[in-house]
């Protein structure tokens, strides 16, 4: 039995950093408090949690007056930060310097889109916390798309600025820009700025040739990552006996039988050890 870990799946450079930021300042101060969860994987936030690190949300900021406060990779609106000043609290910023870019990129397009009356449309999951770190450097003065069929709801008679959220499928924003693009009133401006983070999306590829390599794929991640939910996707295109977990106890003997090969894999916030733990796992199920 062959059992082999993805070397290109695992954290992401922002994820490294944020995690970094907090094991840093757990070190110092004890117990940081992380404005939701840091990182879109349970197991790691347990392990963090362990340590001292504590997950708030924005209505628990009142209670916070002279904690530490972490922002995330995924970043936060002005308004976060004008609050916590307010209430005096300390705020480490582990916002990812691609989304730090987007949130000006973001406000750049409004500014232009404004003066000409014409609209900021943003590829991205609603709700999402970079998502809504992104409408929040505007006043949520913008228009999320999620799919080819959101794109009913835009004006084509006004000019248009597309950008997206980072972790999005670059084929899924290249369609919605061609299909924006046949559709626009002629001599209407329609800008096109592909902000999605090559780190992340350049796993594409790799991954789905990872998952063709091996008779079967376990993919690691946790259950509220948008990066998961694409990235397993791929995989899953690519070998139909994708499995996705989020621990090695969901594991299940039966998809191994007469395997000869298992790839192990995972999104952009799954941690390296748990793979490894996930690898070990299937080693002592298998035997092998």
Not at 72 to 100: F, K, N, Q, S, W
Not at 119 to 142: C, F, P, S, W, Y
Not at 157 to 183: C, D, G, K, V, W
Request: charged share 25%; with cysteine; net charge negative.
């Amino acid at each position: 039995m062959r059992i082999v870990i993805d070397d290109n799946s695992g954290f992401c450079f922002g994820v490294v950093r944020a995690i970094g930021e907090a094991e840093t300042s757990l070190g110092r101060c004890g117990e940081v408090y992380s404005l939701g969860d840091i990182v879109h994987n349970r197991v790691e936030v347990q392990r963090l949690e362990a340590l001292g690190l504590r997950s708030v949300t924005h209505d628990d900021m009142e209670s916070l007056a002279g904690r530490t406060l972490l922002i995330r990779a995924h970043g936060e609106p002005p308004r976060t930060y004008r609050r916590a000043e307010e209430l005096g609290i300390a705020v480490i910023d582990a916002t990812c310097p691609v989304v730090a870019r987007l949130q000006r990129r973001v406000r750049e397009a409004y500014a232009y889109m404004s003066s000409v009356g014409g609209r900021v449309v943003l590829l991205g999951k609603r709700g999402h916390a970079e998502i809504i770190g992104l409408t929040g450097q505007v006043n949520d003065d913008v228009t999320v798309v999620e799919s080819l069929a959101d794109i009913e709801a835009l004006d084509f008679s006004r000019p248009m600025h597309l950008l997206s959220q980072t972790t999005q499928s670059i084929e899924l924003f290249n369609s919605l820009a061609e299909i924006i693009r046949s559709r626009m009133a002629e001599g209407v401006e329609f800008i096109v700025t592909d902000t999605i983070c090559r780190r992340v999306a350049g796993r594409e590829p790799l991954l789905a040739e990872f998952a063709r390599s091996v008779d079967v794929v376990l993919f690691v991640c946790g259950k509220k990552s948008s990066n998961g939910k694409v990235l397993s996707e791929v995989c899953r295109a690519a070998n139909a006996r994708c499995y996705n977990i989020e621990e090695a106890s969901e594991i299940e003997p039966k998809w191994f039988e007469g395997v000869e090969s298992i790839g192990i894999c995972g999104a952009t916030s799954t941690p390296r050890w748990l793979m490894e733990d996930v690898a070990e796992s299937v080693r002592k199920m298998c035997n092998a």
